[in-house]
């Protein structure tokens, strides 16, 4: 039974090597797997959509715009502009909520012709570094035991 060392999405570290089994972007199953002597290197990357967030901010702002306009018209026209208050309110939330979701770290391990790669929903490069030092331990690890 191989014994885990660190995880990444759908990428696992043992004693032994590396290796990934899943469905990766809704594809087919895959198995890619290498040992710690053969992996060259490891990146890691991390980025968001910031497209959301702008809109969100947009939105937001729109919104504000319409509670202050509420508050200097009559009556009639006040509970419309607070009820597209609101919903501006919710359209920049739900924006905000897209670009949490678009927040992304990506890491690869090569080793030779092979890349695993697989990302994960990420507020920083934190979890693929983790991953990459939990590597370069068990390289270090492995090549103390080696003749």
Known sequence: ??????????????????SQQG???NGP????????????GASAAWGAKLIWLL??????????FMIVSATNTDHDDQSTMLTM???????AYI??????RSKMCVLSVFAGQL??????????L??????IGALERAQEARGSVDP
């Open 115 to 124: 890349t695993i790669t697989d990302r994960v929903n990420a507020v920083g």
């Open 95 to 100: 924006f905000y909520v897209l670009y949490q």
């Open 126 to 131: 934190d979890p693929a570094l983790d991953f």
């Open 55 to 64: 809109l969100a901010i947009v939105c937001a702002v729109g919104a504000l």
């Open 29 to 40: 199953a895959i198995y890619k797997s290498a040992l710690l002597e053969n992996i060259d």
């Open 1 to 18: 039974m191989r014994s885990t060392i660190d995880d990444f999405g759908t990428i696992s570290l043992t004693a032994k090597g590396v």
């Open 23 to 25: 469905v990766v972007d």
């Open 85 to 91: 208050a609101v919903m501006g309110g919710l359209v």
